[in-house]
């Protein structure tokens, strides 16, 4: 140490107190005395009077009582400066003996600083994305105002777009609203013969850029007459668009593209990352020009409301004006108008999902908290000594907490900043992970709030589990262990009994997220495993539209369609393709009455059935098989023929079978013959019953539609399939739209994408807690060791052997764990219930689940305690006898 | 012929206190009595405004003050220059040097 840093902290030591006020009046006082008196004196010398001289010397000093109010006012101030220097002065030396303090101890600084920032990293991160998801409002100016205006119906259990009419009668109308707009999105093929592309267009009525306060990076926004019919077509491309395939080149302006054959005039450039809430991460690269008129059908409304207007005054409003607009009046009694916020979007589920996230990352700090308690109540009571000898040396009681207290202020800023960080790449993960349900979070910034809470919270729990074990250590008995040797195991006791209890504690938490974690995991691979009922690997789905004014009837769209097959088959690489309607997951729906030949029609009511129009190859290309009877053939629909699914069979013909027997899903509709039964083709979810109405397949005749799906089955996985397709139909017509392009196995995998980003995240928790509570453990095993050296010195000279001193750590630490699983497993068993929603073939108390938690978690700790222990074990008698 | 202590320049006393400080500490009554006969009587100081100056010194951090034992064994209280007192008297003597010539140029020109 420096003689200079020791001079200071002399000179603090014996600082004198401060004055009061009347202390410093009291000393200007005795100043002036002293000064009146030697003038008398000389005066008196000089042969005054006594009593002339004190007048005399009065007289030469001037204005007494000014001059007294005067030096008390400017020493008064003096003292406060002074005292203000002191203190922060002190803090300066409290930061920098703190930093030498940590520097001391790395290992403890860094359990500390990562065990916090771990925590408040993992808090920030999932904090962030809750708050984004559930509170904040839409991200543009007066975004709390922006509501998306839909209809609902009656029991509150669907929501539908608003007409055309109610959405024309209500901007004539109106009062509520600064701005109502509409959109909605479509599919485009940009016709470009390098490299043609299906891009998603957003089609916004004129009002939606004011109402978003938008205004284009270059040219014009779109107005009313845009969209008029017969004006000339215009669009504006999106950022990333522009850069991308016109390399941001702002001449684009004024340009034509091809849209779908058509030519457009690009009329300007949107801003980088705009989108129009309530889109849900559809990704719209460019923005077309969305008619206001009443006809447009099943466009979103928007929606910013004056400021005051509450939700509910508008939806009275909408109401009001729906009734008495005679178009829209027909239908306002089944659908209500209704405002909602992207917020109400998410379902309960969802919710939930994020308040169990929430709770687990919660856990995840307790535990963390916990840690940090206990390493600095450690670290507090091996240095007690410390402690008392500051104390002895004039350093009050204020002055050690004090100083506690800076070396906490530390840890926590840089666990914070740590944890920022953590906060910071954590959310990009997540945001990478996210399913479709929670697109929002693609817009979930770091912003100055996020970074005051973390912060707050690192600084809370920093200072409260850094102080309390302060307080803890130098509170009681201060002169303790000055007298006896600090080496003793009584020094702490107590100490060491809550150092104990947090790890306990530590551990059952840790137990806890392990179980939900498990849970999820579970949850997900039944999931993966799930029979199908087909195999989605090697399988592609298009949706492929014929121009309806060009292919008018059944031979054009026959023909067409019989071609583009034709085609697609000769791609390399194509195993088979054939048509259908749809294709799972994307399965339609029908609601009905079914009714069984030979039965009395049903009693209960409509049934919900999963139906596809599908050709006879159909089945053999999803590799989804036939239990009973044959595929459907290819003669005309006079046969009538359908198949049936597996469970639909079962339950309508239970023990006998299906084939021959006659169906109609309406009444006096035609029958229809079941031919063949073929395997339940079913998608694992979590939540909810899963769908159980079973599926009917009717056979597909070419052309009764101008849309239809085209299901290929690949042999090699060749890339490039979606832009030979787009060739094969511009080859046959280029007004022939291919969209919707995906690989059936990703469409399968995007199902799971909610039990996915559950499991992940849950399990980093889990991970991140058991390594808190791990360190933790082994803390506490190190500690009693060391405080114990002596004793296994004793023990090992007195010719206890080696290995019975280690058994002797390890079993007390196993009384640790046993108790801390025993508790976890127990509170496992209370809240796993919570979980009931997010899991699949799996029971919240699934057994398997939670005996490998509890023996994983022995496990573990027999390995944070091995460590120490073999220490003891290897403790040398000489050398702990010794002593200090 | 004695100015009256009010005319002294602003500023003046505040010089005359430093530089009688740079000989060593003093108490406020041989400030007064030193600078009285230096100056052979022609400035007679007022003593409240010394005391002010004092102060008002010490709380520029050009003075500091510390209790001690007079010559007739009382308490008192003795100011000594900071190094920051020594430098404000160095800056303080050159620009009276400059101002007494100016004045001197003038009054003597011929």
């Not at chain 1, 109400?344 to 908290?369: K, N, S």
């Not at chain 1, 800076?406 to 800023?413: D, G, M, Q, T, Y």
């Amino acid at each position: 140490m420096s003689e200079g840093s020791g001079e200071r902290r002399w000179q603090r030591l014996i600082r004198f107190p401060f004055r009061g006020r009347a202390g410093i009046a009291a000393d200007v006082d005795e100043e002036f005395r002293f000064h009146l008196d030697r003038r008398a004196e000389e005066l008196r010398a000089r042969g005054l009077e006594p009593l002339a001289a004190r007048d005399g010397a009065l007289g030469r000093f001037g204005d007494l009582n000014d001059a007294r109010r005067y030096c008390v006012a400017l020493d008064a101030r003096v003292e406060r400066g002074a005292r203000r220097r002191t203190w922060f002065g002190d803090i300066a030396y409290d930061l920098k003996h703190a930093l030498r303090q940590l520097r001391r101890a790395p290992g403890v600084s860094l359990v500390v600083i990562v065990t916090l920032a771990l925590g408040i990293g993992a808090t920030t991160a999932i904090f962030s994305a809750v708050r984004h998801l559930l509170i904040d409002p839409i991200p543009v100016p007066g975004g709390d105002r922006i509501y998306a205006v839909s209809r609902v119906s009656g029991d509150g259990s669907m929501f539908i777009t608003p007409r055309g009419e109610a959405v024309a009668a209500w901007r004539r109308g109106a009062t509520s609203f600064e701005h109502l707009g509409t959109f909605t999105t479509t599919e485009r093929t940009l016709s470009a013969s390098d490299a043609p592309e299906n891009l998603i267009a957003g089609e916004i009525s004129a009002d939606v850029m004011p109402l978003l306060g938008v205004r284009p990076l270059l040219g014009r926004a779109f107005t009313n007459d845009d969209a008029r019919n017969g004006a000339a077509a215009v669009t504006i491309l999106g950022h990333g668009f522009w850069k991308r395939r016109f390399g941001g080149d702002p001449r684009i302006v004024g340009q034509t593209i091809s849209l779908d054959g058509r030519p457009f005039t690009v009329i300007g450039v949107m801003p980088r990352n705009f989108s129009v809430p309530f889109l849900f991460g559809e990704t719209a690269r460019i923005w077309l020009p969305l008619s206001a008129d009443p006809s447009v059908v099943g466009a979103r409304a928007i929606a910013k409301l004056r400021p005051g207007v509450t939700r509910e005054s508008a939806e009275r409003e909408l109401s009001e004006i729906m009734r008495s607009d005679p178009v829209s009046a027909r239908s306002a009694g089944e659908w209500k108008p209704i405002v909602r916020r992207p917020q109400d979007y998410l379902g309960t589920g969802t919710r939930d999902t994020l308040l169990v996230l929430l709770g687990a990352v919660g856990l995840v700090l307790l535990i963390a908290c916990a840690n940090v308690a206990n390493v600095l109540l450690a670290r507090a009571v091996a240095r007690r000594r410390e402690f008392v000898i500051r104390a002895a040396l004039g350093a009050g009681s204020g002055r050690v907490v004090r100083q506690v207290l800076a070396e906490s202020a530390l840890l926590s800023v840089a666990g914070g900043v740590l944890g920022l960080l953590i906060a910071w790449g954590g959310l990009g993960l997540i945001v990478r992970i996210r399913p479709q349900q929670l697109a929002a979070l693609d817009e979930v910034r770091m912003n100055p709030e996020i970074v005051a809470f973390a912060l707050a919270i690192s600084l809370v729990t920093g200072i409260l589990f850094g102080l309390a074990p302060a307080i803890f250590a130098t509170g009681r008995r201060l002169q303790d262990p000055l007298r006896s040797s600090s080496r003793s195991s009584t020094a702490g006791a107590g100490a060491g009994r809550a150092r104990r209890a947090l790890v306990v504690a530590e551990m059952s938490l840790s137990v806890v997220l392990l179980v939900a974690a498990g849970l999820l995991v579970r949850t997900l691979v039944a999931m993966q495993q799930a029979p199908l009922g087909f195999d989605p690997s090697g399988l592609t789905r298009a949706w492929i539209i014929l121009p309806a004014e060009r292919y008018t009837n059944v031979q054009q769209r026959t023909e067409a369609f019989g071609e583009i097959l034709r085609r697609v088959r000769g791609i390399p690489g194509v195993e088979a393709a054939t048509w259908s309607m749809g294709v799972p997951p994307d399965l339609g729906i029908t609601i009905g009455t079914l009714e069984l030949e030979g039965r009395p029609a049903a009693t209960e009511g409509n049934v919900t059935l999963q139906f596809n129009a599908v050709t006879p190859e159909y089945f053999g290309i999803l590799k989804n098989p036939i239990r009973a009877g044959r595929p459907l053939s290819d003669r005309d629909s006079a046969a009538r023929e359908v198949m049936v699914s597996e469970s639909m069979a079962r339950r309508q013909w239970p023990g006998e079978s299906a084939v021959g027997q006659r169906l109609r899903l309406s009444s006096n509709g035609p029958w229809n013959t079941v031919v063949g039964v073929v395997a339940d083709v079913t998608l694992p979810s979590t939540g909810g019953a899963p769908f159980a109405g079973g599926q009917v397949y009717y056979t597909r005749f070419n052309a009764g539609f101008e849309e239809a799906t085209l299901v290929v089955r690949q042999t090699t996985g060749a890339p490039g399939l979606a832009t030979a397709l787009v060739r094969v139909a511009e080859a046959v017509d280029p007004m022939i739209r291919v969209r919707e392009v995906n690989a059936v196995g990703s469409l399968v995998q995007a199902r799971f994408a909610k039990e996915r980003f559950n499991g992940i995240l849950l399990t980093a928790f889990a991970v991140t807690a058991l390594v808190l509570a791990g360190v933790g453990l082994y803390g506490v095993v190190a500690y009693s060791v060391s405080q114990r050296v002596r004793e296994m010195g004793i023990r090992l000279a007195l010719g206890a052997r080696p290995r019975a001193v280690m058994r002797l750590v390890l079993l007390g630490e196993a009384r640790l764990t046993i108790l801390g699983v025993v508790l976890g497993l127990l509170a496992a068993t209370a809240v796993t219930g919570l979980l009931r929603g997010m899991l699949y073939a799996v029971e919240p108390t699934d057994p398997l689940t939670f005996v490998s938690v509890g023996v994983a978690l022995l496990a573990i700790a027999l390995v944070a305690a091995w460590v120490p222990a073999r220490r003891a074990m290897h403790v040398d008698p000489v050398v702990a006898l010794r002593g200090e | 012929m004695a100015r009256k202590p009010a005319d002294l320049l602003h500023g003046t006393l505040d010089a005359l206190v430093l530089k009688t400080l740079s000989w060593g500490p003093m108490h406020g009554y041989a400030i007064s009595r030193w600078i009285e006969d230096r100056t052979r009587q022609v400035l007679t100081i007022e003593d409240a405004a010394l005391y002010k100056s004092l102060h008002r010194l010490e709380s520029q951090g050009t003075l500091e003050s510390e209790w001690g034992v007079s010559e007739n064994n009382r308490r008192a209280k003795y100011y000594r220059l900071t190094a920051r007192g020594r430098a404000e008297l160095r800056a303080e003597t050159d620009t009276w040097r400059q101002y007494a010539a100016a004045v001197f140029s003038v009054l003597e020109a011929t």
